[in-house]
């Protein structure tokens, strides 16, 4: 099956998928629960992200004490902006049935008072959900996604070659899986989360920097259903199945019942997709070309020639890698250096050279 139709193939699963959690008991429960939420203009999403990139839900401090929860002591509130209307009243010409002034016995305008509505803004503290205790929410599908990931330093090394912008892993007090800074244009990952899940944070943040770096005219909804969707077809159609945690993900962004909102980013979806499995195709497949690459003699007789079938097979093993942040124990090579160190081990037992690693052992 061609890529392209394979892709649609993965995109139409993945508009069943999501209607089938928005069809489910659990997921009107949440529903209920979220429209207790404000919605917030693309303006104050604007303004949220930019002082802390890494939040999920925000909510005044009365309202989050109407849900039963309550912000923790001194944690700094996020500044957005916020209706503020005023009346005032005016002295006016009074009219009649007929549009028209109505006139006194002297023949003078008569008049009276009116109120006006003035619509005004002022600045309003919100909280994100991580800086508050209380009340667990309702929440659907699961919290993390379980599994490893075939060759996943590699494909970690992959993914960060094909970031427009740095990845870097911390400690994210919000609870997020992951953020894309826009001010700082960089992406933080949590860090010491599961193979699969750092991969699909990854490539979830990753689209983002490259599809809404500069966006100011697309809503926040529409952001995320591009982002997950895209990492869940780019891992699906490397044989990783992210359904239980991408499903529930996108549902909630997707805020009408006949899912409009996923339906017209499925083609950004679709195209994103394809780009990026393109990148990741490319490298690997640049990587295995000089894993493969002939050591030579000196009177250039080959002394290593692959079958090319096992070339393309451990390819196509490859092909469903992923990257991860080099790890907290300690600086580790980077991926050509490892690639050196192993074509350099062949060379030297080629030429019977039984020489020693750093740490003295043979090799």
């Known amino acids: 099956m061609e890529r392209e139709d394979r892709l649609k193939q993965l995109t139409d699963q993945l508009t069943d998928g999501v209607k089938a959690v928005r069809d489910s008991g659990e997921f009107k429960k949440l529903l209920a629960v979220m429209a207790k939420f404000p919605h917030y203009s693309m303006n104050n999403c604007m303004l949220i992200a930019m002082q ?3 939040a999920t839900l925000c909510q005044g401090f009365d309202g989050w004490k109407k ?4 912000v923790k002591k001194g944690e700094k509130g996020i500044r957005i902006i916020a209706p503020a209307p005023y009346t005032v009243q005016k002295e006016v010409d009074k009219l009649g049935s007929d549009g028209k002034p109505v006139l006194d016995k002297d023949g003078e305008h008569v008049k009276e008072t009116k109120e006006y509505q003035v619509m005004a803004f002022k ?3 919100t909280f994100d959900v991580s800086q508050t205790d209380g009340k667990e929410l309702p929440r659907i599908g699961v919290d993390e996604l379980k599994g490893e990931v075939d060759r996943y330093e590699l494909m970690m090394g992959v993914l960060k070659d094909i970031s427009p912008v740095p990845i870097g892993f911390e400690d994210i007090k919000s609870g997020a899986k992951g953020y894309y800074h826009t001010a ?3 992406i933080a990952i949590q860090k010491d989360m599961g193979e699969l899940q750092t991969v699909k944070t990854c490539l979830h943040e990753i689209t983002h920097a490259l599809l809404h770096a500069d966006s100011t005219d697309i809503s926040k909804n529409r952001k995320e259903l591009e982002a997950e969707g895209t ?3 780019v891992l699906k159609y490397m044989g990783y ?3 239980d945690y991408s499903y529930p993900y996108l549902s909630g962004y997707t805020s009408d019942a006949d899912m409009k909102e996923l339906k017209a980013s499925l083609d950004t979806i679709r195209k994103t997709s394809s780009r990026m499995i393109t990148k990741i195709e490319g490298k690997l497949d640049s990587i295995y070309q000089e894993r493969q690459a002939k050591v030579v003699h000196d009177n250039d007789t080959p002394l290593v020639e692959e079958p090319k079938e096992k070339v393309i097979a451990e390819r196509r093993i490859l092909g469903t890698v992923r990257i991860l942040p080099d790890g907290a124990g ?3 090579p980077s991926l050509l250096d490892s690639l050196r160190m192993e074509k350099e081990k062949i060379r030297n037992k080629m030429n019977g050279d039984t020489g020693k690693d750093e740490k003295g052992v043979a090799i």
């Open 184 to 186: 700082e244009k960089r």
């Open 123 to 125: 600045a309003e503290t």
């Open 330 to 332: 300690g600086k580790k």
């Open 231 to 233: 990492a869940c077809i």
């Open 52 to 54: 802390r990139p890494d």
């Open 67 to 70: 849900m039963g929860r309550y």
């Open 241 to 243: 199945d992210t359904d």
